[in-house]
């Protein structure tokens, strides 16, 4: 079937798009448990974090629950066990026995977007600390007000150097690299944020899931989250708003009276319809005094309004930027769209997911698949149709992350 398809890339029947496209479905189709490539792994504890630098795709970063974090370097083996397995020790180790270690679990490691001489950890310790890679020093240190669950940098900064930061409080707060300081804090959730998720298409959108349920987008250069996802809100249309459903009610009762007949030539002319919107969206008069006109994101009705039932404990946008996948403690996988906001009611199969802590979900470039822990095993979803791919298995306790690499090693 490959020659098949070399052959018809020659004679212009598949256009490279799609060759490509073909291609990539195939690798991951072969995806299985290695058995030449071993991670000789340092930790004593749940690995929480992986990932691979965006740079050269060659040195992986992992942070465990013993409060340490590794390097491994993926090309170049450290020794050969039985002549071809190749084996895989850690390059660089930093724990607690480190001076400027942390004392506690390490929720969350990052590499520095555009460099692997700096990366990035975040703990329970309430610390998120910058590492030099070479000197495995501390660069700086931010101080939190309480646990660190989740830390992210957007891929494809030009101008700005922040750290999107996650805690048991209530407020994201973005650190500065390049001064060492806070820069502002996004207020909203109301509860303790367990994931965070840069946008691939704009290094000034974020992303955040909170243990209340709720899903936000951020402008970081403005004050408050301009959007709220709904789970309730799908593609294939959405509940009528309640103003609608009480003034229809109110109708019935009032019977043939003289205000219902104005209300039904306002529905008749469209008027009540407009009437409608406007007082969702625009200005509203409250005892003669206009009100001023509050963002949807920060309007009371949307506070209410979540993407899962229970925490948002994983996040992941697509490599396109258009869509994004959540995964929540009511061990459901969403699929939303970006632009408009709504549920694609992709109907994920059954799945059993952790509760009590961030997961870290990967996806395909295409992005046919998504991977996500489940337990003591990995499962690949279809992203479009929601089908389980494959399972795959080898781990003898829970899986906390993946990370899907799609350069070769």
């Not at 660190?148 to 940098?153: G, H, I, P, Q, R």
């Not at 700005?160 to 048991?168: D, E, K, Q, R």
């Not at 944020?193 to 250069?221: K, P, Q, V, Y």
């Not at 009528?240 to 039904?264: A, E, V």
Request: glycine share 8%; net charge positive; hydrophobic share 35%.
């Amino acid at each position: 079937m490959w020659w098949e398809e070399v052959r018809r890339r020659e004679r212009g029947e598949l256009r490279p798009r799609r060759f490509e496209a073909l291609a990539r479905s195939r690798r991951a189709a072969s995806l299985a448990l290695s058995n030449r490539k071993e991670i000789a792994t340092p930790h004593l504890g749940a690995v929480n974090s992986l990932q691979v630098d965006l740079t050269e795709g060659r040195y992986l970063l992992s942070g465990a629950s013993d409060g340490s974090a590794a390097v491994f370097d993926l090309k170049d083996a450290t020794e050969y066990e039985a002549g071809f397995i190749a084996k895989h020790r850690s390059i660089l180790l930093v724990d607690r026995q480190h001076q400027h270690g942390h004392k506690f679990t390490v929720s969350k490691a990052i590499w520095y977007p555009v460099d692997t001489g700096l990366f990035v950890t975040a703990s329970f310790d309430n610390y998120v600390k910058v590492w030099d890679t070479n000197s495995s020093q501390v660069v700086m240190d931010f101080k939190m007000p309480g646990k660190v669950y989740s830390a992210a940098m957007s891929p494809i900064a030009t101008t700005h150097m922040l750290i999107a930061t996650g805690s048991a409080d209530v407020q994201v707060r973005l650190c500065d690299i390049a001064s060492g300081a806070f820069t502002h804090t996004l207020s909203g959730h109301l509860d303790g944020i367990m994931s965070l998720e840069w946008s691939t298409s704009s290094e000034w959108i974020l992303m955040s899931g909170g243990c209340d349920g709720a899903i936000r987008f951020w402008d970081i250069r403005r004050a408050g989250c301009f959007l709220v996802l709904d789970q309730l809100r799908s593609q294939l249309g959405r509940r009528p708003p309640i103003i609608d459903s009480t003034t229809d009610n109110h109708q019935k009762n009032l019977g043939r009276s003289s205000s219902s007949k104005s209300y039904s030539v306002q529905q008749r002319t469209g008027n009540h319809k407009k009437q409608s919107k406007a007082l969702r969206k625009s200005l509203t008069m409250v005892r003669g005094h206009t009100q001023q006109k509050v963002h949807p994101g920060m309007s009371s009705s949307q506070n209410h309004k979540t993407a899962h039932y229970g925490a948002v404990t994983g996040l992941r946008t697509t490599t396109d930027g258009m869509h994004l996948l959540s995964s929540g403690s009511d061990s459901r996988l969403r699929l939303w769209d970006i632009d408009s906001g709504c549920n694609t009611l992709v109907n994920f199969e059954a799945m059993r997911l952790q509760t009590s802590k961030p997961l870290q979900l990967a996806v395909t470039d295409d992005p046919s698949l998504v991977f996500i822990p489940c337990m003591s095993s990995i499962k690949a979803y279809n992203t479009w149709s929601g089908t389980t791919f494959q399972t795959f298995r080898g781990h003898y306790d829970h899986v906390n992350c993946c990370y899907y690499n799609s350069q070769d090693q």
